[in-house]
């Protein structure tokens, strides 16, 4: 009896500490997401105080403020109806 208790604690604390990497991981993905989507934000809201106008697409962005996405991580909706008034913008993490 002795014998089988250490190996199940040993797989026990094994499987503790792979859930917890994997729930830093998980808060870690949405953290980022969430900074990526204020950098936007930031960006468009610095081109506005720039140049009076939002950027038309993310592509402006791109070019005149070194904005850079990973494109393979995340695929990014921006949709701006008018020159003043804020984009509407929605990141959204890719599938690995």
């Known amino acids: ?10 797989v026990a604390a094994l499987l503790c500490f792979a859930t917890a990497v994997d729930s830093l991981d998980s808060g870690r993905s949405e953290e980022d997401l969430r900074q990526l989507e204020e950098t936007l934000r930031r960006s468009c809201v ?3 105080a720039a140049e009076g106008v939002y950027p ?6 791109k070019e ?3 904005l850079q996405i990973d494109e393979e991580r995340y695929t990014v ?3 701006a109806f008018a020159e003043n008034l804020m984009p509407d913008i929605t990141v ?5």
């Open 92 to 96: 959204l993490e890719n599938e690995p």
């Open 77 to 79: 909706k921006y949709f």
């Open 64 to 66: 005149r403020y070194g």
């Open 56 to 61: 038309p697409d993310l592509d402006y962005l």
């Open 46 to 48: 610095a081109c506005y």
């Open 1 to 10: 009896m002795r014998g089988l208790l250490l190996p199940v604690i040993a």
